[in-house]
DNA sequence: TGAGTAAAGGTCAGTTTGACTTTAAGTCAT
DNA sequence: ATGACTTAAAGTCAAACTGACCTTTACTCA
């Protein structure tokens, strides 16, 4: 098989489209136990491919929006959702992940306050599902809400993240829940509460949470985080940078690298 | 300023142009310590914008290729690099990133052995520098660098990603050497060997460093990591997948967000 | 008023971490 | 050959941290 190299370069170059997709989680109480569960909300698909399955919110980058901006805006147009917390995840550019054309989506992802989880209303096209029990999904969203999944466990091991899945004011209780929620494990209470005491982003109030058949718990307010260690871009769009530190895999394998004569122009951008 | 319906979804609407970019870390020593330090290829523009100044090396992403295999074939391009480790990045596109044009920049982050880098060589358009002494890049390279050397020092604390910047044995010596380039701190030789004698991913060889005016050093090896712990795509390609915990930080705000009517559709892909 | 419940704080042992010391095994100059 | 010198490699010790568990506090309800 041969091509010459202007046909090769025509066809292999046209670019391919672009998507802004989101993932969202929210805390929701589980039917069977009542206990806080994570939840994210899905749209069917309206067209083929996939029609009639389950995706995620997404649509197109406008002209004049960042990236997060693009995210924000998908996210309330189909949810009417204002998340808390907004941050890119992962570009996914696999070449066979959509039929026939070639979809590079950007995928951000985000978390929303359990009030207003409780309140986005659902239709017909939009619906709530329990994030540990999906079914099959357009495209290769599966992988993607794993991925989310995973990376949502790691910064919340990492500390200042579980908060934006509650109110503004919360007991230690209910953050224990959350972390409960999202690991998957019980943790101890007077431990959970140790860790969290000194805790940098997180101060007590002088209110308590009345009501319970028991001593009164403290509530606790999420105070602004000690700054941006990953650079910081203009935070104008509620943009929040790239952020993150991240564990450490590596691929035994390089990339496959196609070799051509050296050429030193960079000439896409 | 008021445009039609149609006319705003036309404007506004048609995709940006994509591009794939690579920053690029090894160690060289440095001319006046001798020790290691953290050098990255750049290539001059040839063209505008920012004709003449430094850049990251990239390239447009064909259309039968994974985003990873356009981030290591533009490298091997420019560089003639094999990375031994290659991972995406971020994904940047603010709207004014490079004047006129709109473009999204998918950045991957690579390391490539010592030896390597030696050979690497040196055009009139290709140039090493050293990763903490840039002067001002094209576009917003100078951002994207400092974000991949904040991932690198991040992937370096959480353990196995240092070996890729050394040859296939190497001296605990020589690991901290690059621990500590890397960090920019001092490691004590004692605590440093305590900590790397039971990481898993690293195994004892039978031989030792002979040459110096002391004990010789005994050998080690990169043993194969332990799974991926991310969701592996298919790693036909040598794609690493999305990896790796992050710390956690928060956008106060949410993102600005326009409001339109609901619409459960998401039509790019 | 006492029983029940969860909050809040404390104890204790095992583990990890940083600073430091000691011993081992080579090379080099005399 | 011997001792000075250098770094490798292993060990010591105290402080910090962690997980398991216990005690006290402060509320509600019968």
């Given at each position: 098989m041969y091509f010459s190299s202007a046909n090769v370069t025509e066809r292999e170059f046209v670019p391919p489209s672009l998507a802004?997709?989101?993932?969202?989680?929210?805390?929701?109480?589980?039917?069977?136990?009542?206990?806080?569960?994570?939840?994210l909300p899905l749209v069917r698909r309206i067209r083929q491919p996939y029609r009639g399955l389950w995706a995620l919110?997404?649509?197109?980058?406008?002209?004049?929006?960042?990236?997060?901006?693009?995210?924000?805006?998908?996210l309330k147009e189909t949810t009417r959702l204002e998340p808390q917390y907004l941050e890119q995840l992962y570009c996914f550019g696999a070449v066979d992940r959509s039929p026939a054309e070639r979809v590079v989506s950007i995928v951000y992802w985000?978390?929303?306050?359990?009030?207003?989880?409780?309140?986005?209303q659902e239709t017909d096209n939009v619906r709530w599902f329990r994030a540990d029990r999906l079914g099959e999904l357009a495209f290769d969203h599966n992988e993607i809400v794993d991925y989310a999944l995973w990376r949502l466990r790691n910064k919340v091991e990492y500390g200042s993240i579980a908060y934006h899945l509650l109110g503004e004011r919360f007991t230690l209780a209910q953050l224990r829940e959350v972390y409960e929620a999202v690991l998957d494990k019980r943790l101890d209470p007077a431990n959970f509460?140790?860790?969290l005491r000194d805790a940098p982003d997180i101060e007590p109030t002088d209110e308590y949470?009345?009501?319970?058949?028991?001593?009164?718990?403290?509530?606790?307010r999420y105070k602004a985080a000690t700054g941006p260690p990953a650079p910081g871009r203009g935070l104008s769009t509620g943009e929040s940078g790239p952020a993150a530190p991240e564990q450490s895999f590596a691929s035994t394998e390089s990339g496959p690298a196609a070799v051509e004569p050296l050429q030193t122009a960079n000439d896409t951008e």
């Open positions: 802004i997709s989101t993932v969202i989680f929210a805390l929701r109480p589980s039917a069977t136990s009542g206990r806080p569960t994570l939840w919110p997404g649509g197109p980058l406008a002209r004049s929006e960042s990236l997060v901006a693009a995210a924000a805006r998908n985000a978390l929303v306050h359990a009030d207003q989880a409780a309140i986005a509460r140790r860790r949470l009345q009501g319970g058949r028991h001593r009164p718990p403290r509530l606790y």
